[in-house]
């Protein structure tokens, strides 16, 4: 796929931020291999429930639309304008003073002037302008307002698929209207006359029946996790015994279940068990892995507002039905944006759970006693902070670690400082990338809110690119060689990212880091972290 | 354009037409009615609408353990986090204050980021200014000037160059709306972003500016007279003294058609600000529940569905399951 889009400097070279002569509105848009990704899979749209499902194709001339179509994104549109505040507000207040225009990393990386968020968001608003405004009733073009067209509808879903919800955009607003927000009210726009992509409406689909994005059956995904067990046993001679649906656990466990699936994050999967295994063999620890729950990540958060709703529920039911005290979460990134923002009020309240407490430090997660869901790095910070965890820091100073903020954690969140803790206590050398290019400032992996297709690469690495950029730098300054993240899509996504812009650079999760610093009751000496790759200290032991 | 004509349409209107009593009391009216009423019709409807969901936009760290210093401000936890960053947001633009801009080094590959403090700063003073000229202004609709007013002013004019003195405010106005100006026209990609809307009301408030500032300083109006009028509108006993010449109806016509207008542009970013949502709420949505008014049931696929598409495997694999394959009552109870 990245075979030819040439090298690095070239596609850097080729990057053109010259906006075109015509204005946008004249501009026709051309949808182009590399960046569109390909159509729903009607299978998955009709499991769902969800309207035309059929088979169609994104560069065809017929998109296999329902008649009154038009009519369908109306009232869809005034029917969402009345539900949701943000929606009316961001569709009339922007000023358009281009602050956020090259805050975008789709921007930035494709030089596209519609990736600008400000004209990304006038693509629906010149319709809402058409159809709902004063101004734009009779003044038309002039007042930035035109009707929905098949074309218009067309770029729209095209654009609307090249933005990955991050917010970043949103930090510099100066009225705070976030792209994020919009491109949500777009997509469901879009669902509701059946324009989805595949790579969101099939992990929902399975998420839907099966439990998580990649289908996995419950048998199947007990014997994922039995071959990490078998692994880590080989590993570090510990035999870990991991439960699942086990009625009476103190603690659910949910974490995305790409990380059961593909490396990186099945070594992160890894760590999770090892980690857990401690803790029981100390602690007393009581965790169940649910199959039935088996995915942290939510794509119905890329589909609709109900969606999103339909799939999260699975969360507080299992945690029920199970009887366990609160909801332990694992490393994601937008999982976490539904999880701290929206389960609570949508599959709340969760009164059948209780306040989250840490049975090892006794400490109360005040930030989650109503939602009941803590984040493992949020409980790992915890553990460091008292020292709960035997750590033989060592085993990883062959790395030099930088850690990228994943955009929901950051900006839906906050959660900047805990993985730091995490990450400077497991490890000797870390280093943080520029500051405009971390934290609530932190750049999307251009992969997120479902963009993460083989398809599209042209486009994952373009957006990706600020990220990649700021890695190459501390690597050409530190030698930073490991990209820490507490993402799923990031494990899945950061590596081809890397391998194109900065090959020398290996992705983590944060679990994994902590897991080869700990020493576990029993084990037998670690000569390899949890990749099987000989440690620094066993490797080179005179030079120490 | 639209500007220009408006101008010659007040200009000869007053001086050719003799429609002082249309420019200087009907439409004068008639643009505060629309102003107020549009203003208000325009708020209620985005009040309307629920919030559905808590969604700041979180600049910094949030509350979580004792020991891992909160950012109270950008992340807010307490109404007065909130109300601290809507102030600092509202009053001094703070998020515009982050802005940077980013730059393509091709030779090494490199993208840098850099802080860009001009927006902020042209924005800031547009804005500041804007609303010291309005304050400015009142001493024409009260009688008698209260103190405050005329000390704002001597600050306002503190430079005290020519005669009548200068004001800060007013030139500073002007070259603001100049520069936002400017820089939608030179700037590739502002430019490209720019709709009519954009330009109508920078050249709507800049021939406001100038028409003011040619009164004071060039034209001389008779500050007595236009003190007459307002006074009168202010009082609901509108009347048309003499000697006020054409500029002044322009001026008073561009400010009518800019309080008409307001409320179907743009400019009610003025309002919409407060209402944002990024912005103006808690962001500790897991430690206090938020509602939603319309929340409603969806379909889900529930636990004893999916046991039932799996049961068989599940057993096979030997994972708990609540009913056994042989037991068909609904609530089994055999594992």
Same mark, same amino acid.
């Given at each position: 796929?990245s075979?030819d &889009?040439g090298? *690095?400097?070239?596609f850097f070279s080729?990057? #053109?931020? $010259?906006?075109?002569?015509?204005?946008?509105m004249? %501009?026709?848009?051309e949808i182009?291999?590399g960046?569109y990704?390909?159509?729903?899979?009607?299978?998955?749209?009709?499991y769902?429930?969800l309207?035309?499902?059929r088979k169609?194709d994104?560069t065809?001339? #017929?998109?296999?639309l329902p008649?009154?179509?038009?009519?369908?994104?109306?009232?869809?549109?005034?029917?969402?304008l009345?539900r949701?505040?943000?929606?009316?507000v961001?569709?009339?207040?922007?000023?358009?003073?281009g602050?956020?225009?090259?805050k975008?990393?789709?921007f930035i990386? %494709?030089g596209?002037?519609?990736?600008m968020p400000?004209v990304r968001?006038? /693509?629906l $608003?010149s319709v809402? $302008? +058409?159809?709902?405004t004063?101004?734009g009733?009779v003044?038309?073009?002039?007042a930035?307002?035109r009707?929905m067209?098949i074309?218009?509808?067309?770029?729209?879903?095209?654009?609307f @698929?090249?933005?990955s919800?991050c917010?970043?955009?949103s930090?510099?607003?100066?009225y705070?209207?976030d792209t994020a927000?919009?491109?949500?009210?777009g997509r469901e726009?879009l669902n509701l006359?059946?324009?989805n992509?595949d790579?969101i409406a %099939?992990?929902v689909a399975n998420?839907?029946?099966t439990?998580?994005?990649?289908?996995?059956?419950?048998?199947?995904f007990?014997?994922m996790?039995?071959?990490?067990?078998?692994?880590?046993?080989?590993?570090t001679?510990?035999?870990?015994?991991?439960?699942?649906n086990?009625?009476g656990?103190d603690?659910?466990?949910i974490?995305p279940?790409g990380?059961?699936?593909a490396?990186?994050?099945t070594y992160t999967?890894?760590?999770?068990? &090892?980690?857990?295994h401690?803790l029981?063999?100390?602690?007393? @620890?009581s965790?169940?892995?649910s199959t039935y729950a088996s995915?942290?990540?939510?794509f119905g958060?890329?589909?609709?507002h109900e969606t999103?709703?339909?799939l999260n529920?699975?969360?507080?039911?299992?945690a029920?039905?199970?009887g366990?005290?609160?909801i332990?979460?694992g490393?994601?990134?937008?999982m976490?944006r539904v999880?701290?923002?929206?389960?609570?009020?949508m599959?709340?309240?969760?009164d059948?759970?209780e306040e989250?407490v840490?049975?090892?430090t006794?400490t109360r997660?005040?930030n989650?006693k109503s %939602?009941?869901m803590?984040h493992?790095?949020?409980?790992l910070a915890d553990?460091?902070?008292?020292?709960?965890l035997?750590?033989?820091?060592s085993?990883n100073?062959?790395l030099?670690v930088?850690y990228?903020?994943s955009c929901?954690?950051?900006?839906g969140?906050?959660?900047?400082?805990?993985?730091r803790?995490v990450i400077k =206590?497991?490890?000797n050398?870390f280093?943080?990338?520029?500051?405009?290019?971390?934290?609530?400032?932190?750049f999307?992996?251009?992969?997120?809110s479902g963009l993460?297709?083989?398809e599209?690469?042209e486009?994952?690495?373009?957006g990706?690119l600020?990220?990649?950029?700021?890695?190459?730098y501390?690597?050409e300054?530190?030698g930073?060689?490991?990209l820490?993240?507490?993402?799923?899509?990031?494990?899945?996504a950061?590596?081809?990212?890397?391998?194109?812009w900065?090959?020398?650079v #290996?992705?983590t999760?944060l679990?994994?880091l902590?897991a080869?610093?700990l020493i576990? *009751?029993?084990?037998a000496?670690?000569?390899?972290n949890?990749?099987?790759?000989? &440690?620094?200290?066993t490797e080179?032991?005179d030079?120490? | 354009m639209?500007?220009?004509?408006?101008?010659?349409?007040?200009?000869a209107?007053v001086?050719?037409a003799?429609?002082?009593v249309?420019?200087?009391?009907?439409?004068?009216y008639l643009?505060?009615?629309?102003?107020?009423?549009?203003v =208000?019709?325009r708020?209620m409807?985005?009040?309307?609408s629920p919030?559905?969901f808590?969604? *700041?936009?979180?600049?910094?760290?949030?509350k979580s353990?004792p020991?891992?210093?909160?950012?109270?401000?950008?992340?807010p936890?307490?109404k007065?986090?909130?109300v =601290?960053?809507?102030?600092?947001e509202i009053?001094?633009?703070?998020?515009l204050?982050?802005?940077t801009?980013?730059g393509?080094d +091709?030779e090494?590959?490199?993208?840098?980021?850099?802080w860009e403090?001009w927006?902020?700063l042209g924005?800031?003073?547009?804005?500041?200014?804007f609303?010291?000229?309005l304050? $400015?202004?009142?001493r024409? @609709?009260l009688?008698p000037?209260?103190a405050?007013?005329?000390f704002?002013e001597?600050?306002d004019g503190? /430079?005290?160059v020519?005669?009548?003195?200068?004001m800060l405010?007013?030139?500073?106005?002007? =070259?603001?709306?100049?520069?936002?100006l400017t820089?939608?026209i030179i700037?590739?990609h502002?430019r490209?972003?720019? &709709?009519?809307?954009d330009?109508f *009301?920078?050249?709507l408030i800049?021939?406001?500016?100038?028409?003011?500032?040619?009164?004071?300083h @060039?034209t001389?109006?008779?500050?007595?007279?236009?003190?007459?009028?307002?006074?009168?509108?202010?009082?609901?006993?509108?009347?048309i003294?003499?000697?006020?010449?054409?500029?002044f109806?322009?001026?008073?016509f561009f400010?009518?058609?800019?309080?008409?207008?307001?409320?179907?542009s743009?400019?009610?970013?003025?309002?919409?600000?407060f209402?944002s949502?990024?912005?103006n709420l808690?962001?500790?949505?897991?430690?206090?529940?938020?509602?939603?008014p319309w +929340?409603y049931p969806v379909h889900?696929?529930?636990?004893?569905?999916?046991?039932d598409?799996?049961?068989?495997k599940m057993i096979?694999?030997?994972?708990?399951v609540?009913?056994t394959i042989t037991?068909e009552?609904p609530?089994?109870?055999?594992?």
């Amino acid at each position: 796929m990245s075979d030819d &889009l040439g090298k *690095p400097d070239e596609f850097f070279s080729r990057i #053109d931020h $010259r906006p075109s002569a015509t204005g946008w509105m004249d %501009t026709p848009t051309e949808i182009r291999k590399g960046i569109y990704c390909y159509a729903s899979n009607p299978k998955s749209v009709e499991y769902l429930g969800l309207p035309n499902a059929r088979k169609w194709d994104p560069t065809a001339e #017929d998109w296999g639309l329902p008649e009154n179509w038009q009519e369908i994104i109306a009232e869809g549109f005034r029917d969402r304008l009345e539900r949701f505040r943000s929606f009316k507000v961001f569709m009339d207040i922007c000023v358009r003073c281009g602050a956020c225009a090259d805050k975008c990393h789709f921007f930035i990386g %494709t030089g596209d002037p519609k990736n600008m968020p400000v004209v990304r968001a006038e /693509l629906l $608003r010149s319709v809402y $302008r +058409n159809d709902f405004t004063t101004a734009g009733k009779v003044l038309g073009k002039l007042a930035g307002a035109r009707p929905m067209t098949i074309e218009v509808l067309k770029e729209i879903w095209y654009y609307f @698929f090249q933005c990955s919800e991050c917010r970043r955009c949103s930090v510099f607003c100066p009225y705070g209207i976030d792209t994020a927000e919009i491109t949500i009210m777009g997509r469901e726009l879009l669902n509701l006359i059946g324009l989805n992509i595949d790579w969101i409406a %099939t992990p929902v689909a399975n998420c839907y029946r099966t439990g998580n994005h990649l289908g996995i059956q419950p048998h199947a995904f007990k014997d994922m996790i039995d071959f990490f067990v078998e692994d880590i046993e080989e590993l570090t001679g510990i035999t870990v015994e991991p439960s699942f649906n086990q009625k009476g656990a103190d603690i659910l466990f949910i974490t995305p279940s790409g990380d059961v699936f593909a490396d990186p994050g099945t070594y992160t999967a890894m760590g999770y068990l &090892l980690l857990f295994h401690y803790l029981k063999e100390k602690y007393g @620890f009581s965790i169940t892995w649910s199959t039935y729950a088996s995915e942290g990540g939510n794509f119905g958060f890329f589909t609709s507002h109900e969606t999103m709703k339909r799939l999260n529920a699975k969360m507080y039911a299992e945690a029920k039905r199970l009887g366990v005290k609160w909801i332990l979460g694992g490393e994601c990134g937008h999982m976490w944006r539904v999880i701290h923002q929206y389960m609570d009020t949508m599959n709340g309240p969760a009164d059948f759970l209780e306040e989250p407490v840490s049975p090892i430090t006794g400490t109360r997660f005040e930030n989650a006693k109503s %939602t009941k869901m803590v984040h493992i790095a949020e409980f790992l910070a915890d553990l460091v902070h008292h020292d709960k965890l035997d750590l033989d820091v060592s085993r990883n100073d062959h790395l030099k670690v930088t850690y990228h903020d994943s955009c929901n954690p950051a900006r839906g969140m906050g959660m900047l400082e805990e993985p730091r803790d995490v990450i400077k =206590a497991v490890c000797n050398h870390f280093y943080e990338m520029p500051a405009n290019t971390i934290r609530e400032e932190t750049f999307c992996c251009g992969s997120g809110s479902g963009l993460n297709a083989g398809e599209n690469m042209e486009l994952r690495l373009a957006g990706g690119l600020p990220r990649a950029n700021a890695v190459k730098y501390v690597h050409e300054k530190h030698g930073v060689n490991m990209l820490a993240c507490v993402c799923a899509i990031d494990r899945a996504a950061l590596p081809p990212l890397m391998e194109y812009w900065v090959p020398e650079v #290996d992705v983590t999760g944060l679990c994994e880091l902590v897991a080869n610093a700990l020493i576990v *009751p029993g084990e037998a000496e670690r000569t390899t972290n949890l990749r099987g790759e000989p &440690l620094s200290g066993t490797e080179d032991e005179d030079v120490e | 354009m639209a500007v220009i004509v408006l101008f010659l349409l007040s200009y000869a209107g007053v001086e050719a037409a003799g429609l002082q009593v249309l420019f200087g009391i009907v439409i004068p009216y008639l643009a505060l009615v629309v102003f107020l009423v549009g203003v =208000a019709r325009r708020v209620m409807n985005w009040a309307r609408s629920p919030v559905p969901f808590r969604i *700041p936009t979180t600049c910094g760290q949030q509350k979580s353990l004792p020991w891992i210093k909160q950012s109270k401000i950008d992340n807010p936890s307490s109404k007065w986090g909130v109300v =601290a960053r809507m102030m600092l947001e509202i009053l001094c633009f703070r998020s515009l204050f982050r802005n940077t801009r980013v730059g393509f080094d +091709n030779e090494e590959s490199k993208i840098s980021y850099k802080w860009e403090i001009w927006l902020w700063l042209g924005a800031l003073v547009f804005h500041w200014s804007f609303l010291s000229v309005l304050i $400015r202004h009142l001493r024409f @609709f009260l009688e008698p000037v209260p103190a405050c007013l005329k000390f704002f002013e001597s600050l306002d004019g503190f /430079l005290q160059v020519g005669l009548p003195g200068i004001m800060l405010s007013g030139i500073l106005l002007l =070259a603001a709306a100049l520069f936002l100006l400017t820089r939608r026209i030179i700037l590739p990609h502002v430019r490209y972003i720019s &709709l009519a809307a954009d330009y109508f *009301p920078l050249f709507l408030i800049i021939g406001i500016a100038i028409s003011g500032i040619a009164m004071r300083h @060039f034209t001389k109006i008779d500050v007595v007279a236009a003190k007459q009028l307002a006074m009168g509108l202010a009082t609901f006993h509108p009347v048309i003294p003499d000697g006020i010449g054409g500029v002044f109806f322009v001026h008073l016509f561009f400010v009518s058609v800019l309080m008409a207008y307001f409320p179907f542009s743009k400019l009610m970013h003025m309002g919409g600000v407060f209402l944002s949502p990024t912005r103006n709420l808690t962001a500790d949505t897991r430690a206090s529940r938020h509602i939603n008014p319309w +929340n409603y049931p969806v379909h889900v696929h529930t636990y004893e569905e999916y046991e039932d598409d799996f049961r068989e495997k599940m057993i096979g694999a030997g994972l708990p399951v609540d009913k056994t394959i042989t037991d068909e009552s609904p609530q089994g109870e055999k594992e």
